[in-house]
């Protein structure tokens, strides 16, 4: 999305939900030290989630645990969630969880089913890289989660995360299969982060040739009060505010997309 600040960013997501796209927002940044900056960057998606409401957009937040001071402090990062998932349920937006190192999956997503017990506009980002991932994904898949698979982006050891690309993709791909799986069944919500366009068609033809067309809501989130498409697929730039838009005005008007 282009544009290295807030301002530029919603009006990229303005023009995007004029096309019929749906958005998501995030501010770049991780490992704050101190927690008048993590409380600073709570503040900042607070606003965010106010324009979001004022122009009427159909755009998510995304936010890493570590710029909301995890680290820190992980009681006052899971009171930041809340309050963030709260606003974020009141606008009619959503709640996403990025996935960071692997030393950071274990309290991600134990934070993560903290607030999703509490609000159901929230989802977590899964790293198809993760040796553990396909544990984590059958642990997670009885809450009917809202779940965002990517490849992952750190430079994990061989023993923690699969060293091979051909072996991320294939894994990439069997992780997608079962998370459309239970999106078919109303069980989950797929979001699919990827920039291979490959991938994205082959996972497209297959939500509509099995799903999508009948795709429901997760019922956990049918109180909430933008209901939720069950797959959604995005592509992120990597510039300032990032944005996330998904697919094509055909995948919305067929997918129900946003
Ligand atoms: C919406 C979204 C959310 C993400 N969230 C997280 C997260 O929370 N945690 C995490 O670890 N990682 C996250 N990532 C990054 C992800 O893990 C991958 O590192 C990244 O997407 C590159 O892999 P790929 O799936 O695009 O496929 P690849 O196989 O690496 O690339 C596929 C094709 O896309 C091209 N490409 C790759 N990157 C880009 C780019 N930035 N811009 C344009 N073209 C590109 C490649 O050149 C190649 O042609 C996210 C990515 C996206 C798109």
Redesign the pocket.
Known sequence: MPGEDVAAALAAAADLAREGLGSVLTQLGEQVTSREEAAGVRDHYLRVLEEIRQRQLPTEISVKLTHLGLDLNPKACLQDLLALAARAAAVGSFLWI??EESRYVDPTLELFQAVRAAHAGVGV?L?AYLRRTPADLEALLPLAPAI?L?????NEPPDVALPK?RDV?GAYAVLAGRLLQRAAQGEARAVF????LGLLARLRQRALATCCMAFAPPSSARSTAKEFPSVSW???G?TGSRG?CGGSPNDRRMCGLW
């Open positions: 990025d996935m980002c790293q965002r990517v490849k992952g982006a750190y690309k993709d982060g990827t920039h291979d995005s592509a992120m990597r996330t």
